[in-house]
């Protein structure tokens, strides 16, 4: 099992590696062409994460982009109302998270999640960069992560440390419509060494779709949704599974990129939320949070020094 996450991991980053040098060699190509360099448009989303989903947003090279993410718990159901104060004295999830910019194009993450103590690695790379003269018409964001559960969660669940890992692999095609609407695709695989219940699939596809319109510079609302394509979540007897979706609004302020928002996802992280989703909207199992961002640059080149 082990021999095939590896494998998936190593093709990944093998296509990855190919593509990019395809496609920087595609536009080093038309840029001799134009006489010039090409102007690629603004990004399609102002921050690496919406609420469930990354983006293709990318951390510029030696910049720390800081997130914290708060999730409370349900606003209403058996759960919720008053006795916790609409979900506000407790929290389904707190994610804290580093992603340093390698380069322009590559960027490497490290995150904690509340929710079973998931540790996950990730690398994020930009493969294309929608451009303002239409050649290039959309951005595509490839996406590796690896996560991690380091203590016990449920008795007797991990016999094996390597059972403890989860492997995901994400394509992102976003597409930055208008100044105000932008649109997004993921595509995504995940892949667990052990499965909690009989019947479960070890492997899981799912596919994400996120929005974001702007009313202002500074103002937007945006949207998250996930379905996983789960025979088992679809036909289960006893649990009901829902797809998570999410809605917010986000604000920028300088610096910062604050998004509040509500969505029925307990967890975070994708290696948790995709499948374990039993959280529904119609029962009142949504919950407030809220997702703070914060760059910080951690080199000036000598130029900006004189």
């Given at each position: 099992?082990?021999?095939?996450k590896y494998?998936?991991?190593?093709a990944?980053?093998?296509?990855n590696?190919?593509?990019?040098?395809?496609?920087?060699s595609?536009?080093?190509?038309?840029?001799?062409?134009?006489?010039?360099a090409r102007?690629?448009?603004?990004?399609?989303?102002k921050?690496?994460?919406?609420?469930?989903s990354?983006?293709?947003?990318?951390?510029?090279?030696?910049?720390?982009?800081?997130?914290?993410?708060?999730?409370?718990?349900?606003?209403?159901?058996?759960d919720?109302?008053?006795?916790?104060?609409?979900?506000?004295?407790?929290?389904?999830?707190?994610?804290?998270?580093f992603?340093?910019?390698?380069?322009?194009r590559?960027?490497?993450?490290?995150?904690?999640?509340?929710?079973e103590?998931?540790?996950?690695?990730?690398?994020?790379?930009?493969?294309?960069?929608q451009s303002?003269?239409?050649?290039?018409?959309?951005?595509?964001g490839?996406?590796a992560?690896?996560g991690?559960?380091?203590?016990e969660v449920?008795?007797?669940?991990?016999?094996d440390?390597?059972?403890?890992?989860?492997?995901?692999?994400?394509?992102?095609?976003?597409?930055?419509?208008?100044p105000?609407?932008?649109?997004?695709?993921?595509?995504?695989l995940?892949?667990?060494?052990?499965v909690?219940a009989?019947?479960d699939?070890?492997?899981?596809?799912a596919?994400?779709?996120?929005?974001?319109?702007?009313?202002?510079?500074?103002?937007?609302?945006?949207?998250?949704?996930?379905?996983?394509?789960?025979?088992?979540r679809?036909?289960?007897?006893?649990?009901?599974?829902y797809d998570?979706?999410?809605?917010?609004?986000?604000?920028?302020?300088?610096?910062?990129?604050?998004?509040?928002?509500?969505?029925?996802?307990k967890?975070?992280?994708?290696?948790n939320f995709?499948?374990?989703?039993?959280?529904?909207?119609?029962k009142?199992?949504?919950?407030?949070?809220?997702?703070?961002?914060r760059?910080?640059?951690l080199?000036?080149?000598?130029?900006?020094?004189?």
């Open positions: 099992m082990i021999n095939k494998f998936f991991l190593a990944l980053f093998a296509l590696y190919a593509a990019s040098a395809q496609t920087d595609l536009m080093k190509a038309m840029e001799k062409e134009q006489g010039g102007e690629v448009s603004g990004a399609a989303f921050s690496g994460r919406l609420i469930l990354e983006t293709t947003a990318m951390v510029k090279k030696y910049d720390l982009d800081f997130k914290v993410v708060h999730r409370f718990g349900d606003i209403a159901g058996t919720g109302g008053g006795k916790t104060l609409v979900g506000l004295d407790n929290s389904s999830d707190i994610y804290i998270n992603e340093y910019g390698i380069s322009d590559l960027n490497i993450g490290f995150g904690r999640s509340k929710y103590q998931l540790l996950d690695l990730q690398l994020k790379y930009a493969l294309m960069r303002t003269d239409g050649r290039v018409p959309f951005s595509i490839l996406v992560k690896t991690f559960t380091p203590y449920t008795t007797d669940i991990y016999d440390y390597i059972n403890r890992f989860s492997y995901l692999g994400q394509v992102i095609i976003a597409r930055k419509f208008s105000d609407f932008s649109l997004q695709v993921s595509p995504t995940l892949l667990r060494n052990r909690l009989p019947g699939e070890a492997s899981l596809f596919l994400g779709a996120a929005m974001r319109y702007k009313f202002t510079k500074r103002f937007g609302i945006v949207a998250d949704y996930y379905h996983p394509f789960s025979n088992y679809d036909n289960h007897p006893t649990t009901s599974f998570p979706l999410g809605v917010g609004i986000e604000i920028e302020t300088g610096g910062h990129v604050f998004t509040m928002n509500f969505v029925n996802a967890s975070v992280v994708e290696n995709i499948p374990n989703s039993t959280s529904s909207w119609g009142g199992q949504y919950r407030f949070g809220f997702t703070i961002s760059m910080f640059t080199h000036q080149s000598k130029t900006n020094n004189k």
